[in-house]
């Protein structure tokens, strides 16, 4: 099959993207307006950006009009956010906040989401999730014209993880029990693991 896509209209490529690059880790984004209303969204456009500095990236897509969302609006606003990892016991809440809740409507207190302070940003932590990175925004890039995605990369300044999840300075996958998203309405469970380790060249291997 090739595929021209020139010839693709929006949802035929969103279609083609989310179900080609799978599994897709999810960020769950806690976020606070200049009000203080706490915002609670699910973005599976998320992955590592950086190790020294550590950052992370979120690709918030716009709404039609190229108007942002709620969260990365917040985020230009206030310029701090805490990514809380998703996992098997809490992706149900991490669902009912994929809703489109009004602005002034917080998914935290219309869904009674319990939250706790961070240690080193005015966002709060939602105590379901048992991984939290707080960040503190690094920069905002616009994808498109007109501009239909805020692409934000995020410093870690901070990190909270549980203590049965966390053995000699690695987090024990299947304590974690990470959950990922797919294409339409599915998620996934970690699976099978196994490992493959990484060769190293030899440059005599060539000759003989």
């Known amino acids: 099959m ?6 693709l209209e929006r949802q035929d490529k969103y279609k083609l993207l989310i179900g080609c690059i799978i599994p897709r880790p999810i ?3 806690t976020s606070h307006d200049d009000k203080g209303v706490v915002n609670a969204a699910p973005f599976s456009y998320f992955n590592v950006a ?6 992370v990236s979120v690709a918030v897509m716009r709404k039609p009009g190229s108007v942002r969302k709620d969260t990365a609006r917040n985020i230009l606003q206030t310029g701090e956010f805490v990514v809380n990892m998703v996992d098997i016991h809490n992706v149900d809440a991490v669902n009912q906040t994929s809703a489109d809740y ?6 935290v207190d219309a869904l009674g989401l319990e939250v706790g302070p961070s240690a080193a940003v005015k966002v709060p932590r939602l105590l379901s999730s048992r991984i939290h990175f707080e960040c503190r925004l690094h920069k905002i890039v616009e994808l498109g014209t007109p501009t239909t995605s805020d692409l934000i990369i995020g410093e870690v300044v901070h990190v909270h993880a549980a203590d049965e999840l966390y053995h000699a300075g690695r987090i024990d996958p299947h304590a974690f ?14 699976g099978d693991l196994f490992d493959r380790p990484r ?10």
């Open 102 to 107: 009004p602005p002034d409507v917080s998914e």
């Open 177 to 190: 029990a990470p959950v990922s998203r797919l294409a339409g309405h599915s998620y996934a469970t970690l």
């Open 27 to 29: 960020a769950w984004v």
């Open 50 to 55: 950086s190790i020294e500095p550590m950052m």
């Open 2 to 7: 090739e595929i021209a896509i020139r010839e």
């Open 199 to 208: 060769p190293v060249y030899d440059p005599s291997a060539g000759s003989k």
